[in-house]
């Protein structure tokens, strides 16, 4: 499926809708034309923004760095910032109205927790995930498929799109635990569990078991018991996860040495965390950051036809 045919295809139909009002579609795709601007939006629910290159994305008060192969899922979004870091980038963009999302659709996505409270979130404040789906060939495949989709201008085409978009969110939860960066998103706010990860996203370096549970007002115990039901692993595992997570994000990100990298995360040892990083990546830190440069390297707008996404 040709990438850069999908995005002229996307730019054609989206000038036939602003012609036509587009006042008859559920949905919306389109390119972001500037290297830097805003997004505005008062009528869609949801947005995906999907990035090709290095971007700098402004939601309320936080400014989410991407790269290639991050995704953006968006919740009530009216305004968003946006600027490229390096020449020749893509941002795509797809909107959702909530009439969209009706009783069958939700009714497919229903055992797929995460992603299903926050497409109901009753949000009043804008909520996003933000993800790396880099490394996973099927996430990427059913999002191509999505692009596909969304670019037609039928509109009897709602149900292959609804398809598609069940199929790439499914497939996305399923590996939402290796690809969502927690620090990086909002994680629903007014759920126990979102609030709970946010905050140890925001204090990885610090947070234990007991100022977690001070912070929440409850008892340690008790408060972990609780933890191992919501995230469906011990208190101990996720933080591991996160710190390991905030690892990739600035071995990615930043010229930071391994050693530099350590003590922001707050581990003791440089030798634990070789040990435990490797054990869940199979790769060493330094070879984490070559294997993503060159990713980066490699899906430049003049090799989008073989791009990651």
Request: proline share 1%; aromatic share 10%; hydrophobic share 40%.
């Given at each position: 499926m040709?990438i850069?045919?999908?995005?002229?295809?996307?730019k054609?139909n989206?000038?036939y809708?602003?012609?036509?009002?587009?006042?008859?579609?559920?949905?919306?795709?389109?390119i972001?034309?500037?290297s830097k601007?805003?997004?505005l939006?008062?009528?869609?629910?949801?947005s995906l923004l999907?990035v090709?290159?290095?971007y700098?994305?402004?939601l309320e008060n936080?400014?989410?760095?991407?790269l290639?192969?991050?995704?953006?899922l968006?919740?009530?979004g009216?305004?968003?910032r946006?600027?490229?870091e390096?020449?020749n980038?893509k941002?795509?963009?797809?909107?959702?109205k909530?009439d969209f999302?009706?009783t069958?659709?939700?009714?497919?996505?229903?055992?797929c927790?995460i992603l299903y409270d926050?497409?109901r979130?009753?949000?009043t404040?804008?909520e996003?995930?933000?993800?790396d789906?880099s490394s996973y060939?099927i996430?990427?495949t059913y999002l191509?498929?999505?692009?596909y989709?969304?670019s037609?201008?039928?509109?009897?085409?709602?149900k292959l799109?609804?398809?598609?978009?069940?199929?790439?969110l499914?497939?996305?939860?399923?590996v939402h635990?290796e690809t969502?960066?927690?620090?990086?998103?909002?994680?629903?706010?007014?759920y126990?569990?979102?609030s709970w990860?946010k905050y140890?996203?925001d204090?990885?370096?610090t947070v234990?078991?007991?100022?977690?549970a001070?912070?929440?007002?409850?008892?340690?115990?008790?408060?972990?018991m609780?933890?191992?039901?919501?995230?469906?692993?011990?208190?101990?595992?996720?933080l591991?996860q996160?710190k390991?997570?905030?690892a990739k994000?600035?071995?990615s990100?930043?010229?930071?040495?391994?050693?530099?990298?350590?003590?922001?995360i707050?581990f003791?040892e440089?030798?634990y965390?070789y040990?435990?990083f490797k054990?869940?990546?199979?790769?060493?830190?330094l070879?984490y950051?070559?294997?993503?440069?060159q990713i980066q390297n490699?899906?430049?707008?003049?090799?989008i036809?073989?791009?990651?996404?």
């Open positions: 040709d850069q045919n999908l995005f002229k295809q996307i054609e989206n000038k809708r602003k012609v036509k009002k587009g006042s008859d579609f559920n949905y919306e795709a389109y972001a034309e500037d601007g805003e997004i939006n008062n009528i869609y629910d949801i999907i090709y290159g290095r700098s994305v402004s936080n400014n989410v760095k991407m290639n192969g991050n995704i953006i968006l919740k009530r009216s305004k968003v946006y600027e490229m390096e020449m980038g941002l795509c963009i797809i909107n959702f909530k999302f009706d069958q659709l939700l009714s497919q996505m229903a055992d927790p926050f497409i979130l009753n949000a404040e804008v996003y995930l933000v993800f789906i060939e996430i990427k191509r498929v999505l692009l989709e969304v037609s201008l039928n509109k009897k085409n709602d799109v609804k398809a598609a978009l069940v199929l790439f499914t497939n996305l939860h399923h635990q969502l960066i927690i620090g990086e998103s909002s994680m629903m706010r007014d126990d569990i979102g990860l140890m996203a204090n990885y370096s234990t078991l007991k100022s977690i001070e912070t929440f007002n409850f008892n340690p115990t008790y408060f972990s609780k933890f191992k039901v919501l995230a469906n692993c011990q208190f101990s595992e996720k591991l996160i390991l997570e905030k994000w600035l071995l990100t930043t010229n930071l040495s391994v050693t530099s990298i350590v003590d922001i707050g003791k440089k030798s965390f040990r435990v054990k869940n990546y199979n790769i060493t830190p070879q950051r070559k294997n993503r440069n490699l899906d430049s707008i003049e090799n036809n073989k791009a990651d996404i």
